[in-house]
C-alpha cells in the first residue's frame, strides 16, 4: 500500500472500528499524523507564537485521533488480536506486546475479523494446492 492510498483508506474509514488494516496502512497512517502535526504545530508557532501553536496542534490532535485509533484496532485486528489490547498502552509494560503486533505480519487465514489482506496484488489462500 502506498502513502496517498494509506491516508485514503484511513479517511474513508474515519471511525470504522471493523476489519483488517495492514502493517503499511498503519505505518504511512503513523508518519502521516505525525508529520501533519509537526507542520501545523511549527508553522503555526513561527507565525502567531507557542500559545497558538498548542491550541492549533491539540485540535489538529483531536482531528486525526479517531481514525488513528481506528486503523490501531483494524492492525490488531490484522494479528487476530481485539481492538480493546490498545488498553493494556496505560499499563506502560503492555507497550511492548503492542508494539510486537503493530510491526509484526499479519494472519495470513481468515479470522474473526475478517478474510485475509492481499499481499502484492494476489491473495494469499489463492496459493494453497
Not at 18 to 30: K, T
Not at 80 to 86: A, D, L, Q, T
Amino acid at each position: 500500500m502506498t502513502f496517498q492510498d494509506s491516508i485514503t483508506k484511513c479517511f474513508s474509514n474515519y471511525a470504522n472500528f471493523q476489519g483488517r488494516a495492514s502493517r503499511s496502512e498503519y505505518w504511512w497512517f503513523y508518519l502521516f499524523s505525525n508529520l501533519v502535526n509537526f507542520v501545523v504545530v511549527f508553522s503555526t508557532t513561527l507565525s502567531m507564537g507557542v500559545e497558538a501553536g498548542d491550541i492549533i496542534g491539540t485540535m489538529v490532535g483531536l482531528v486525526l485521533f479517531l481514525p488513528s485509533l481506528a486503523v490501531f484496532a483494524r492492525r490488531l485486528h490484522d494479528r487476530n488480536r481485539s481492538g480493546w489490547w490498545i488498553l493494556v498502552a496505560f499499563t506502560i509494560i503492555g507497550l511492548i506486546p503492542l508494539f510486537y503486533w503493530l510491526v509484526s505480519e499479519g494472519s495470513k487465514e481468515a479470522n474473526e475479523y475478517g478474510e485475509p489482506l492481499e499481499l502484492n496484488g494476489s491473495n494469499p489462500t489463492d496459493t494453497q494446492a
